[in-house]
């Protein structure tokens, strides 16, 4: 039977010829959380149900394979809202042109957007509430950048262990049934110190102005920036982004390391 730890998402393997035929408690060998399991024979419903603490047998298809956030790319919206196929030959080749087209008009004009302001190219992932999650995403990527959107906080998380990410952008609502800000702030703060310097962290404040020192400051983070304000934040971000590297310019010269 395999268990997984609801407070830092370990996986635990127990002989099923120990488990006992009532509900027992485990503790994490990795966070020391006391995870409250059942038997499978208990388990109602699909196989490998969740039980009230959290923790998952193998027969959940759900938990075996975590997908870390993918990739945003600009024509998403696109698809998202497409009609219909058609159903006549000449109507699709009209309608596949003209989203060809439309792709490259909008890759060119982003390419321009990313000489013209010299932004570099940084890998950024998102994790926002639904209602701004893809604007901030489109706002980034039209400006160089390669944006990540997690829906929750697994594919976050997954994202943030598999992938080294140079900024992100977390939102306090982001997944919040599962507590999601609270998790991925924990696993920032698990960042060995060099690690975390390579991270700009952000935080989507609708309460705060973007730039404000003190609010990022209070909240552990580099920056502060309010969603209301998305248009401008490529700009904002650029120049913390730069304010940073030149803070920290004698120090990477010293451990010879590239700036951020």
């Not at 060998?29 to 699909?46: D, F, V, Y």
């Not at 909240?219 to 490529?234: F, V």
């Not at 904002?236 to 304010?243: D, G, K, P, S």
């Amino acid at each position: 039977m395999v268990i997984i730890c609801q407070q830092c998402t370990a996986r635990l393997q127990l002989d099923d010829t120990k488990i006992p035929a009532r509900s027992f408690t485990v503790r994490c060998p990795k966070c020391q959380h006391m995870i409250n399991a059942q038997p499978p024979s208990q388990t109602t419903g699909e196989q490998g149900a969740v039980s009230l603490s959290g923790s998952v047998s193998a027969g959940n298809s759900r938990f075996e394979r975590p997908r870390p956030a993918p990739a945003y790319k600009l024509d998403d919206d696109t698809a998202a809202s497409s009609e219909d196929p058609a159903t006549d030959k000449d109507d699709a080749a009209q309608l596949l042109a003209s989203l060809l087209q439309r792709a490259m008009s909008t890759a060119a004009e982003a390419s321009k957007s990313t000489e013209r302001r010299g932004f570099g190219h940084r890998r950024a992932l998102i994790c926002a509430s639904e209602e701004h999650r893809f604007a901030v995403a489109r706002a980034l990527v039209e400006n160089g950048y390669e944006a990540y959107v997690a829906e929750d906080t697994t594919q976050a998380i997954e994202r943030m262990r598999e992938d080294h990410m140079d900024v992100l952008l977390l939102d306090p609502l982001f997944d919040q049934q599962e507590q999601g800000a609270a998790f991925i702030k924990r696993e920032v703060s698990a960042l060995r110190p060099a690690a975390r310097r390579r991270l700009f962290f952000v935080n989507l404040l609708p309460d705060a102005r973007s730039g404000d020192q003190h609010a990022a400051f209070v909240n552990h983070a580099n920056l502060t920036i309010n969603p209301s304000e998305i248009e401008e934040m490529p700009y904002v971000l650029e120049r913390a982004i730069r304010n940073f590297n030149e803070l920290y310019r004698d120090f990477n010269r010293a451990l010879q390391v590239a700036e951020f």
